[in-house]
């Protein structure tokens, strides 16, 4: 009896030790493991997983790369994620492509089938500034690095590059033109974006930035269409029945400066009206007269930029560049809307 | 004695194993400091224009602004064509493109009408068809200066708000320390000396300046 209760209380020590060791070691172990065959890049594998943010990432073994966006049936999101498509495949990349629609829950599935399919690399325009940080950090604890394009994170050294739109910039940039076709006085609303998109509260500070600093500037109502031309419609019609007298609109995107147009043609007004993303949708009612203008988000620069530097990442072991980098966005307005198509500005 | 061993042992393995779970060692950090360990120490743009106006800033923009006058001579209309010599694009090689300048002339309009206000100034010795204009508030346009600086840069910050709010509060120190002190409303016809910094704009020559040094002689 005493002996089975030393052999029971000796199995429980040794058992709750390897536990803990194994906790701690299964991972590396694993990534060890996944280095197989059809791998064109990366030979050697990784030697020591948590060196830290220098340590190079080799992917995850195999030849695909995940390009994660919003949804596609925003056209600036579907350039983002055409472009950095081709690129990739141009490249000699196998290429899946999905969206996570906004939902960070969404997001860190797609991210753990990138993880599955043992990922070369990650290309993503991510679900939410601090809700990404743990689903980058997983892909890097497997070996995938990852390249956020358009929206950044609130973390350094998880992602390889983050390769930011300045949205800042650029809304505040149209907001100078918004408050000089209104002869900086006069009342006016605006359609936020959705809220969980960092840049919705980022393009709304810019603008306000700028605005706030004319006395004679009221906004007479702020309400958010959650970036949906349908929902800025009817958001635009209740709005104006409630202040007739509105006098400009400021819109977080363009899909909501279209809802916007429309529900003021519908009312027989012309106003300014800007927007942000430089969709050729904004471009077609700048160049009618109905909209002021809007601050092109370079996409397509942005999305191929993340691609080149994946691939450079992952055949040289870096990308030569800081890990945050800006790309500045242009205003358009009227007298530069001509050079402006397919979310390319061409001087 | 033997029993006594085994359940120290099993106290130990127990305790080692609440410990140290998620592999790390704990460590019990103070409220308050968390900063010192995670590197996020709260941001405050005030305080660090502050630090880098005096010592860092001025004596960088003084020592690197080339002359307006020769500049815009040498440009010959084309506010690009310098770039090499003595722009710094936003991007690296391409973006927003400013310039460090200085230059001397005769105020030859007050605008306060518009919040962004400015003068209008004639250059000495210079008779091209750009507009110059000082930047005088109280709305001021741009990052001209925050974007000139060597020695600050966007990745050092922790997204674009703070990255902004660094050119707002530099925008900040120039309509307190810069322009207010030589009342711009009663320049005209008077000759200013300035340094400053402008950012090429698209579709105008317009050297829209904001003044980080402004003196009426």
């Not at chain 1, 195999?62 to 919003?70: E, G, L, R």
């Not at chain 1, 202040?243 to 400021?250: A, H, K, R, T």
């Not at chain 2, 004596?59 to 310098?82: K, Y």
């Amino acid at each position: 009896m005493k002996g089975f209760k030393k052999v029971l209380a000796m199995l429980l020590a040794v058992s709750m030790v390897a536990a803990m060791v194994m906790g701690c070691s299964s991972s590396s172990g694993d990534a060890e493991e996944e280095k197989t065959e059809e791998s064109t890049e990366a030979e050697a594998p990784a030697e020591e997983e948590e060196s830290g943010s220098d340590e190079v990432l080799k992917g995850g073994g195999s030849n695909i790369i995940y390009v994660i966006t919003p949804s596609v049936s925003n056209p600036a999101f579907k350039a983002e994620a055409d472009t950095a498509t081709a690129k990739a495949k141009e490249l000699g990349y196998e290429v899946k492509a999905a969206s996570h629609d906004d939902d960070p829950t969404k997001q860190t599935e797609l991210f753990d089938s990138a993880i599955a399919d043992k990922a070369a690399a990650i290309i993503c325009d991510n679900a939410g500034a601090d809700a990404t940080v743990e689903a980058v950090k997983k892909a890097r604890d497997a070996g995938i690095p990852t390249f956020l394009i358009d929206r950044e994170i609130n973390a350094e050294g998880v992602a390889i590059s983050q390769i930011v739109a300045n949205n800042y910039q650029g809304a505040k940039a149209i907001a100078e033109k918004f408050v000089e076709a209104m002869g900086e006085k006069g009342k006016y609303v605006e359609l936020l974006g959705k809220e969980s998109d960092t840049n919705a509260g980022v393009r709304s500070s810019a603008f306000h930035e700028v605005v706030d600093q004319y006395p004679d500037m009221e906004m007479v109502a702020q309400q958010t269409a959650n970036w949906e031309k349908t929902e800025a419609y009817d958001k635009m019609e209740a709005m104006l029945q409630a202040n007739p007298d509105i006098e400009g609109v400021m819109c977080g995107n363009d899909t909501m400066l279209e809802g916007v147009c429309a529900a003021l043609q519908a009312a027989g007004k012309k106003l300014p009206v800007i927007g942000v993303d430089g969709s050729d949708e904004a471009a077609a009612l700048i160049k009618s007269g109905d909209a002021t203008g809007t601050a092109l988000q370079q996409f397509a620069v942005i999305a191929e930029t993340a691609v080149v530097q994946a691939d450079k990442y992952l055949k040289e072991g870096s990308t030569g560049a800081d890990e945050k980098q800006l790309i500045d966005c242009i205003a358009i307005t009227s007298e530069n809307v001509d050079k402006l198509s397919g979310f390319v500005f061409t001087e | 004695m033997k029993k006594r061993a085994i359940a120290l042992g099993l106290t130990l393995a127990l305790s080692a194993s609440t410990l140290f779970t998620g592999c790390g060692i704990v460590k019990v950090v103070k409220i308050g400091e968390e900063g010192k360990y995670t590197g996020n120490v709260e941001f405050n743009a005030g305080d660090d224009v502050a630090a880098i106006w005096e010592d860092s800033a001025l004596p960088e923009m003084n020592e690197t602004a080339v002359d307006l006058t020769e500049f815009l001579t040498q440009s010959n209309g084309d506010l690009t064509a310098l770039a090499k010599d003595y722009g710094k694009y936003s991007m690296g090689d391409s973006g927003e493109l400013s310039y460090v300048v200085k230059g001397t002339g005769t105020v030859e309009e007050v605008n306060t009408e518009s919040q962004a206000g400015f003068m209008t100034v004639k250059l000495d010795g210079y008779t091209g068809s750009e507009a110059v204009k000082i930047q005088i508030g109280p709305v001021y346009k741009g990052s001209s200066i925050r974007d000139c600086l060597s020695f600050i840069k966007f990745g050092d910050y922790k997204n674009q708000e703070e990255w902004a709010a660094v050119s707002q509060s530099i925008n900040k120190v120039v309509a307190e320390d810069v322009v207010a002190p030589v009342k711009p409303e009663s320049l005209q016809g008077k000759t200013v000396s300035f340094v400053g910094a402008f950012t090429v704009s698209s579709g105008s020559t317009d050297v829209l300046i904001t003044p980080v040094v402004l003196e009426a002689k």
